[in-house]
């Protein structure tokens, strides 16, 4: 069966450091996604691309980049992780026109 | 700026009861309103959606109402369950071919016995 994985489930890392939260589909879906989700916010756009090579940023993307250098992979990149960024992040793809989002489990980071 | 404005931001509601999130919306180019259904743990699954060109849709115990001149929809959940309790997205795409999601704050429900 076609699914959305994520890694790692839990991370915890220092302020500064560089992190990489890994995203990977097997649906086939040109349109991939990052959101950020915390309390009182609900679900935040921060990258998303729809296709190879493009990218393009959401309401919150500072601090963030992707790279799109295959269908199937969208690694989200903290360059300079800050405490701010500690939150529940999902990956999700979908085809078409978005009219149903397959979300991943999702990562717990942690910035302290 | 919050696009998708979505209330309350939690519910408690007796197992039997009616269960009624509501949003509202500014943009008048969204074209397409999903509900996701997020259980702890796990990524949010789409559950129902409705297009502007309707004024309800039902899924067995799943209402969407949409109100285009109000701007706003609202999801009601009949003879709620305790299988239920699960957090809840509103949410609108964007009309074109750059279409994305806009969603709610999120409502957490809860279904007693």
């Known amino acids: 069966d076609a699914e959305i994985t994520q890694s790692p489930r839990h991370k915890i890392t220092e302020t500064g450091r560089q992190v990489t939260l890994a995203c990977h589909q097997t649906w086939n879906h040109n349109n991939m996604f990052w959101y950020r989700q915390d309390l009182g916010h609900g679900l935040r756009l921060i990258h998303y691309?729809?296709?190879?090579?493009?990218?393009n940023k959401g309401e919150v993307s500072d601090g963030y980049s992707v790279s799109r250098s295959n269908t199937e992979d969208l690694p989200l990149t903290l360059e300079s992780a800050a405490s701010s960024q500690t939150s529940v992040y999902f990956c999700?793809?979908?085809?078409?026109?978005?009219?149903?989002?397959?979300f991943g489990s999702g990562t717990q980071l942690s910035v302290l | 700026q919050q696009q998708v404005k979505q209330s309350p931001q939690s519910l408690i509601v007796q197992k039997g009861g009616i269960s009624i999130i509501n949003c509202a919306y500014e943009n008048t180019a969204f074209d397409y309103f999903p509900w996701y259904q997020q259980f702890p743990g796990k990524g949010p699954a789409l559950l129902i959606a409705?297009?502007?060109?309707?004024s309800e849709k039902k899924e067995g115990r799943f209402t969407i109402s949409f109100n285009k001149s109000a701007k706003q929809f609202s999801l009601h959940i009949m003879d709620s369950q305790p299988g239920d309790s699960a957090t809840y997205f509103c949410a609108a795409r964007s009309s074109g071919t750059a279409s994305k999601l806009t969603f709610g704050t999120g409502t957490r429900l809860q279904v007693t016995l």
């Open positions: 999700a793809s979908s085809g078409g026109r978005n009219e149903k989002l397959f």
């Open positions: 409705i297009r502007p060109d309707v």
């Open positions: 691309s729809y296709g190879v090579q493009d990218t």
